[in-house]
């Protein structure tokens, strides 16, 4: 997987491939959007989870371009076999990796404390709307972490549970994308 590696490095070269790192490390290439209204964490219709569905897929499609190129990444905590409370987190989510076909790509030291790391998992796949809907609900139920990035451009679109990180290669593009979808922006101050 040296291509992921290198195309990580290309677009994010001082920068670990894990999602919640990205907003501190690029703030002023970053934005978040909140994925229901007055910033509702968790979806308890399918009403909402249809609007969930909807936000997420509009905003990957303009961030990532529907049928491009693109990584979908995910990490996991490498661990160190003495921890018991996340172990079952850790197999299940491992197990999701597994059926995306995703494949271990490297280890790199957890910013927080560089005694800890984490696995990083990658596979290059075409962002299509509505492809990655049962993965998205997986995301929103905060069952799994997964972020996707474009090959061409290095964007990011991280969706969490409650809404989705985004990462742009310019400021003009996330202006433009703010004030596009301006009824979906945090209302917290710095934009959490």
Not at 68 to 94: F, N, P, V
Not at 104 to 129: G, S
Not at 136 to 149: F, H, K, S, T, V
Request: glycine residues 6%; charged residues 25%; contains cysteine.
């Amino acid at each position: 997987m040296d291509q992921f590696i290198s195309t990580w490095q290309r677009f994010h070269q001082n920068t670990a491939p894990i999602d919640y790192i990205l907003k501190f490390d690029k703030t002023d290439l970053w934005l978040r959007f909140h994925s229901l209204p007055e910033s509702k964490r968790y979806a308890n219709t399918d009403e909402e989870m249809s609007i969930i569905l909807h936000r997420q897929n509009t905003v990957a499609g303009e961030v990532l371009g529907d049928g491009t190129l693109c990584w979908m990444i995910g990490h996991l905590y490498a661990g160190d076999g003495t921890e018991s409370g996340d172990d079952a987190w850790r197999q299940e989510t491992k197990q999701y990796f597994q059926r995306c076909n995703m494949t271990k790509v490297q280890r790199v030291p957890n910013p927080d404390d560089p005694e800890l790391a984490y696995d990083i998992f990658a596979i290059r796949v075409v962002w299509q709307q509505g492809t990655f809907d049962a993965l998205l609900r997986a995301i929103a139920n905060d069952e799994l972490r997964i972020m996707w990035m474009s090959e061409q451009t290095g964007a990011i679109f991280a969706p969490y549970d409650g809404g989705m990180d985004i990462i742009l290669p310019n400021t003009e593009e996330i202006q433009a994308l703010a004030r596009s979808h301006s009824d979906w922006l945090s209302s917290y101050p710095g934009g959490y």
